[in-house]
């Protein structure tokens, strides 16, 4: 279930959260943990058993971490449990990955090839057992206590507003929330509004640019024009940055209708300064995560190797960041590009660009993105180096005429446009100056304007919760690309 679709539009939300408000709060949890539990089994059937292993045992494992802290049986059962997660990830994630290249190997030296059918993804797996392992590291940190119910452990992990594609939720920040919670009015106003708002970027923006996104790079290499390749690529920079926030938006609207404050996801990533400024804003909260998980503990270990200790850990984390991504070397690579230019600006090049204009910065940041998209685009590391290269060699189309209007609609047009200006703090700029503007007036005046600006506002979300309704209900494409993660 997609939280674009009518099924949860019409159905799920409206039924879950009326049932939610009717019983009593000592049961506020377990509905919550049956309801997630549902919502994700109608799209994954049986592997809510891998989601319900997961709850039970990192529920055991921190009971026994914190039952033995001053014990060296405490750092046992860290160990162990840290493996069994990363274990449960690794199993079916990339265990095809992993024989895939013994195979190639095995190649080399003329002996038969492992066989090993092809495992289905469970969706949301990266997303629950980082969650998983950050409860657990924690835990054994002293920074947080075990949890105690297992219905509220249940709650953490699966709750269904964040499950399938995060925000990564630590569990340090939700623990008070999951134990009491109180839903205000506000709040929820402020929920149904972050969701309709998620819900047209990705509904009215991400879906209509990604019809043009598929349909050149379904195009033979051969066929792809450099034009067509730039078009495909700021035509999915576009989609891939709707879709994931637009999803965090509804995450963080649906968290705050049942009383969670998750942590902002998203905040502008394409009008970073540099790299690292975009890995501040972009996923925001796996960023943290290795940041505060990997990243430290690596450069901590290294520190009296200096400037190398810090390129040593910067290599392994993005490396591991675009793993994490995809059992496939296109992500590990697309990582380890942004690697690249984190350790370039961390040895000396962001002082470069400090001393460079503004737009200047912006665009360096952005032409960089650029060539990484089609490593996380393409099927295969082929065709994304070929792609690569039509952006750059002024590649005709090997003749083949292709009218653009064909790929780029009116729709995706439009899309597209609106598209380049959200991307951009537009929305918060009209809000602050609408503020300023309102405080310089008199009171009665200020009262007028204030009533305007709320009625406009409530306008344009109906408009955006109609046309969006309608898009869905019109089938149009619709799948999340974080899903496959």
């Not at 009008?271 to 940041?291: G, P």
């Not at 505060?292 to 993005?318: E, H, N, Q, S």
């Not at 996380?376 to 653009?404: C, K, Q, W």
Request: hydrophobic share 50%; charged share 10%; with cysteine.
């Amino acid at each position: 279930m997609v939280f674009s679709s009518i099924v949860f539009i019409y159905f799920f939300l409206p039924f879950t959260l009326a049932l939610y408000f009717l019983i009593g709060n000592q049961y506020k949890n377990f509905f919550l943990l049956c309801a997630s539990l549902i919502f994700y089994a109608w799209g994954e059937n049986f592997f809510v058993l891998v989601m319900l292993l997961s709850i039970t045992a990192n529920y055991i494992f921190g009971l026994l971490i914190e039952r033995y802290k001053k014990h060296q049986l405490s750092k046992f059962f860290f160990i162990v449990a840290v493996a069994f997660n990363l274990l449960l990830l690794c199993a079916y994630k990339y265990s095809n990955f992993i024989v895939d290249n013994i195979n190639l190997l095995l190649s080399c030296i003329q002996v038969e090839p492992l066989f090993l059918r092809p495992i289905h993804l469970p969706i949301g797996i990266s997303f629950f057992t980082f969650q998983a392992i950050s409860y657990i590291i924690d835990v054994h940190r002293g920074e947080t206590s075990a949890q105690k119910n297992l219905i509220n452990m249940g709650v953490y992990i699966a709750s269904f507003p964040q499950l399938i594609a995060g925000p990564i939720v630590r569990y340090h920040d939700v623990a008070q929330q999951i134990k009491s919670r109180y839903v205000t009015r506000s709040d929820f106003l402020a929920g149904i509004e972050r969701f309709i708002l998620g819900l047209g970027k990705k509904v009215l923006i991400a879906n209509p640019v990604a019809v043009t996104v598929d349909r050149i790079f379904a195009l033979p290499l051969s066929d792809l024009s450099t034009p067509m390749a730039w078009l495909g690529v700021i035509c999915y920079s576009i989609q891939v940055y709707f879709d994931f926030s637009g999803y965090s938006d509804m995450a963080i609207g649906l968290g705050r209708m049942f009383g969670f404050r998750f942590m902002e996801n998203f905040n502008y990533p394409y009008i970073a300064k540099s790299i690292q400024d975009f890995w501040q804003r972009w996923h925001i909260s796996l960023t943290s995560w290795i940041r505060d998980y990997l990243f430290f503990p690596i450069a901590l270990r290294r520190r009296k190797w200096r400037i190398w200790g810090m390129i040593y850990a910067l290599v392994i984390t993005y490396s591991l960041i675009g793993l994490w991504h995809g059992a496939c070397w296109n992500f590990v690579l697309w990582g380890m590009y942004h690697g690249f230019f984190m350790i370039m600006e961390q040895i000396g090049f962001s002082k470069v660009l400090n001393r460079r204009i503004l737009p200047l910065r912006i665009l360096y940041v952005n032409i960089i993105l650029f060539f990484s998209w089609p490593l996380f685009r393409a099927e295969t590391l082929t065709d994304a180096v070929s792609y690569i290269v039509t952006m750059v060699n002024f590649s005709p189309g090997n003749h083949v005429e292709h009218y653009i209007t064909y790929y780029l609609n009116n729709e995706g047009a439009l899309a597209l446009i609106l598209g380049i200006v959200f991307a951009t703090p537009v929305y918060p700029m009209i809000k602050k100056q609408k503020a300023v503007l309102t405080g310089k007036l008199k009171t009665g005046l200020q009262l007028l304007c204030n009533n305007v600006f709320a009625v406009s506002n409530t306008m344009m979300l109906i408009s955006i919760l109609l046309f969006s309704v309608m898009s869905v209900a019109s089938g149009s494409y619709n799948p999340f690309i974080y899903f496959r993660f």
